[in-house]
């Protein structure tokens, strides 16, 4: 029975217009998926506070000079050298 009509798969041709359609028509072949990967960037700003201190040392320098200043005294001094008198001669 199956090899019956010109087709050789059953009664598959229309007999009002004598075309044929597909024959035996069966349940449809799932093919595999086919997976799209659809890559999307998003760019995001994120702010970031970095503190900076500056601390200032003030460094006061002082160089020490030295310039003697000289002085001068005087003193007199006075030596009598007394030999005796007149009469130490007269001996």
Known sequence: MLFNNRWGWGNCCKPCCNQCCNPC?????MEPVITKCVEKE???E???ICPIHTHVV???IYNHTYTPQ???SEEN????NDQGNCCNFVR
Do not use: A, I
């Open 25 to 29: 028509q069966s349940d449809p072949v």
């Open 42 to 44: 998003f760019c995001h």
């Open 46 to 48: 994120v702010p970031h």
């Open 58 to 60: 003030n460094r006061h």
């Open 70 to 72: 000289f002085t001068c």
């Open 77 to 80: 001094q006075v030596v009598n």
